[in-house]
């Protein structure tokens, strides 16, 4: 079965860290661009950050640059979103996806998570 799921979510207080990490199922991770995005209540969802097939290649939104890092261990076909200095504007289920092309965001996803919630307090 084709399936990405996401774990590590939780509660964190202000300037905490979680580690996000995505686990692909049912087909090789190291094909595919992996895409971190997120959904806020009452926002749209948008896209956090993204990691190239060759682990080269990265994109961060400004919101959380220098502060969120993507990585990806292929041999245990597994994504990882580090996410350091957490604000309460970060609360919202986010998403890890896959995708194929080039960059570090491919053309566009393919394949979704169901999402962990990070709630940050204040």
């Known amino acids: 079965q084709v399936q990405l799921v996401e774990s590590g979510g939780g509660l964190v207080q202000f300037g905490g860290s979680l580690r996000l990490s995505c686990a692909a199922s049912?087909?090789?991770?190291?094909?595919?661009?992996i895409g971190w995005f997120r959904q806020a209540p009452g926002k749209e969802r948008e896209g956090v950050s993204c990691?190239?097939?060759?682990?080269?290649?990265?994109w961060h939104a400004d919101s959380v640059q220098g502060r969120f890092t993507s990585s990806r261990d292929n041999a245990n076909n597994t994504a990882y979103l580090q996410m350091n200095s957490l604000k309460p504007e970060d609360t919202a289920v986010y998403y890890c996806?896959?995708?194929?092309?080039?960059?570090?965001?491919?053309?566009?996803?393919?394949?979704w998570g169901k999402g962990t919630l990070v709630t940050v307090s204040s």
């Open positions: 996806a896959v995708g194929y092309g080039s960059g570090p965001c491919g053309n566009g996803m393919d394949i």
């Open positions: 990691i190239g097939v060759d682990d080269g290649s990265t």
């Open positions: 049912g087909f090789p991770l190291a094909y595919y661009v």
